[in-house]
């Protein structure tokens, strides 16, 4: 984002399990060729993930799973979120804008826990988040992708995969060793690949497994992250300027598989500097200045508000 103070990434990644798959789909090679995912320019539509056709929605913590309440938080003397209220509703993408200096970035921090709040709470499904640490929102099923991917550059995609699923056994080298534990051990790895494998076709970068991450484009390495995002069974995604620097077709298959997603019942929060994919792809906007939230609504809205046209769009949105 491009805020005033720059985030740091914190990555509970647990140890990597080794999916012992030597079967290649596609070529490795090559990886600038074509754009910025690697296939050919006319693919066939890929298949939904498996986890995708398990319930997302959650119904029974209600209509609105985030729920921001009069987060306050100051650095020495500058506020920079001032009394912010805000929830997302269940099965949308709802997007989060600002003038830089807005606030959007803290405001993405104290609801993941890389900050702690002033004043003012966090609930998720009900349950108040305030102060967690980002590991455990994220276990929570609330996780955010960031601006910058965070991959591990000289592992390979795959191998970057594998790391993502939380409470795997084999992390514990006794159930590794343990005859009878260890079979679990085994099918739960083989489980893992198994929707390993499923992330990246949906994804359109399965041909790209066995290439280490830091040889990947940035649209590449958005898509890996979002992937590795999906693999921990999250309700809801925070996604923090995910089409920053990706090319325009890229950014076509991006969108489309978000909304593939909102269809199957994921919520996403999105932080995005482009004004007209915010309007033309959001169910809801909110608009924040000067670390408070100024006005929220649809696009329609939020296009014909006054204040948010003289004050953040320039008057031409």
């Not at 290439?211 to 992250?225: F, H, I, T, V, W």
């Not at 992937?227 to 309700?235: E, V």
């Not at 995604?237 to 990706?246: C, H, K, R, S, T």
Request: aromatic share 4%; with cysteine.
């Amino acid at each position: 984002m491009s805020e005033s103070e720059e985030t740091t990434g914190v990555d509970d990644a647990s140890q990597s399990v080794d999916g012992g798959r030597t079967e290649t789909r596609g070529e490795t090679d090559g990886v600038d060729e074509r754009d910025e995912t690697g296939a050919e320019p006319t693919t066939t539509d890929a298949q939904s993930p498996s986890t995708l056709d398990t319930d997302a929605t959650g119904s029974e913590t209600g209509e609105y799973p985030l729920r921001v309440e009069n987060l306050r938080k100051t650095f020495g003397g500058i506020v920079a979120v001032d009394d912010a209220s805000f929830e997302v509703e269940r099965g949308t993408l709802t997007g989060l804008i600002g003038p830089n200096g807005a606030g959007k970035s803290t405001t993405f921090n104290l609801i993941t826990g890389m900050h702690t709040p002033d004043e003012g709470r966090v609930l998720f499904n009900g349950e108040d988040i305030t102060g967690l640490p980002p590991h455990r929102v994220a276990d929570k099923g609330l996780v955010r992708t960031f601006q910058i991917a965070r991959e591990l550059s000289e592992m390979t995609v795959l191998e970057n995969m594998m790391l993502a699923p939380k409470h795997q056994r084999g992390e514990a080298l006794w159930r590794s060793v343990t005859p009878g534990v260890r079979d679990d051990v085994v099918r739960q790895e083989e489980e893992l690949l198994e929707r390993a494998w499923e992330m990246l076709d949906f994804f359109e970068i399965d041909h790209l497994a066995e290439e280490y991450a830091g040889n990947l484009s940035g649209g590449q390495r958005k898509l890996l992250e979002m992937a590795r995002a999906l693999l921990t069974d999250p309700d809801m995604l925070l996604l923090d300027e995910p089409f920053a620097g990706v090319n325009p077709s890229l950014e076509h298959r991006l969108l489309e598989h978000v909304h593939e997603l909102r269809e199957q019942g994921y919520t996403f929060l999105l932080v995005e500097h482009d004004m007209d994919l915010i309007m033309q792809n959001c169910e809801h906007v909110i608009v924040m200045h000067q670390g408070k939230v100024l006005t929220e609504g649809t696009p329609s809205d939020i296009k014909q508000n006054e204040q948010v046209v003289e004050a953040y769009l320039g008057g031409n949105v």
